[in-house]
């Protein structure tokens, strides 16, 4: 009887936390969207103490937080050739389709 009162206590303490602030992302489970920075370095967190469990043995315990600002870069830089390739990508892409659909040259060389 005592875990039934208790979780009819939380449920009543939840629904008022809601209704005293349902803007409230936090009891809903919505979590603001990072901007690309702060998912950047989030990432580059991650993939930081990842290097540096694996690879504290070896190179010493300072390997994760140097590791942080070089993988920071190496990500804005895979960014920029990413946003650059795009428009390659996309005439391969265009190309392949030409090449494979021939019909599609045709039309495109009728308007």
Known sequence: MDSETSADSLKES???ALRE???AGVL???????????????????ISRIA?????DRYGPLVGVV???AITEVLKGFEANLDRAKGDITLV???LMDRV??????????R
């Not at 540096?52 to 504290?56: D, G, I, P, T």
Request: net charge negative; aromatic share 2%; charged share 35%.
């Open 14 to 16: 939840y629904l008022r």
């Open 21 to 23: 602030d349902p803007a």
């Open 28 to 46: 809903q489970g919505i979590r603001p969207e990072p901007s690309l920075d702060e998912a950047r370095s989030e990432l580059a967190g991650a």
């Open 52 to 56: 540096n469990n694996l690879l504290k």
């Open 67 to 69: 590791s942080e600002p």
């Open 93 to 95: 892409v265009e190309e």
């Open 101 to 110: 659909l021939p019909g599609s040259r045709m039309k495109n060389k009728e």
